[in-house]
């Protein structure tokens, strides 16, 4: 099973990206990642982390648009499993083995619980829930110039919620 994680970047966002890489490489339990691709749109050269290839293709003010290429990329990359995340997200320490949870299940796509960190003492201002992996095989892709939806056709796709791992996400500052 191959797990690839997608995710776009650019200057705003360059400190954040090997915290979303790091968080992965953590803990065994979140140790899911066998891949990682991210968009690149920065003015100044990426940061190297291991581990993380570069996509330089056409950025957009249609986030959709960068989001399906990235995606699109990992389909070819033989992904089994996309997992799409922010540049400012990262997991969170759990005890679940999310990794042994997608080889076992039937289900085509897994809604994430996020973590909205809007303070600065680390507790979640809001939580929302979001589409974050799913299998290449269900067409799914990107619509929206921000805030993108993940859509099936014109349907968002089934799947379950797992209350755990979480995902914080913190805004740029």
């Not at 890489?21 to 990642?33: A, D, K």
Request: net charge negative; proline share 8%; with cysteine.
């Amino acid at each position: 099973m191959k797990v690839i994680l997608v995710t776009m970047a650019g200057d705003l966002h360059r400190h954040h990206l090997p915290d979303l890489v790091h968080s992965f490489r953590r803990y065994p339990q979140t140790r899911v990642i066998d891949e990682i691709l991210c968009h690149w749109n920065g003015t100044k050269p990426p940061p190297t982390i291991e581990g993380v290839t570069y996509i330089y293709g056409e950025w957009s003010d249609y986030w959709g648009s960068v989001r399906n290429a990235v995606c699109d990329e990992a389909t070819r990359r033989g992904a089994d499993w996309i997992m799409n995340l922010d540049a400012d997200d990262w997991i969170m320490p759990s005890q679940f083995d999310l990794r042994l949870f997608l080889k076992a299940t039937r289900h085509s796509c897994i809604r994430l619980v996020y973590h909205y960190e809007a303070g600065d003492d680390s507790r979640p201002s809001w939580t929302y829930v979001r589409d974050r992996i799913w299998r290449p095989s269900i067409g799914a892709r990107f619509v929206g110039r921000i805030h993108e939806e993940l859509l099936v056709g014109d349907n968002p796709p089934e799947g379950i919620t797992l209350p755990d791992p979480k995902i914080g996400h913190i805004p740029a500052r």
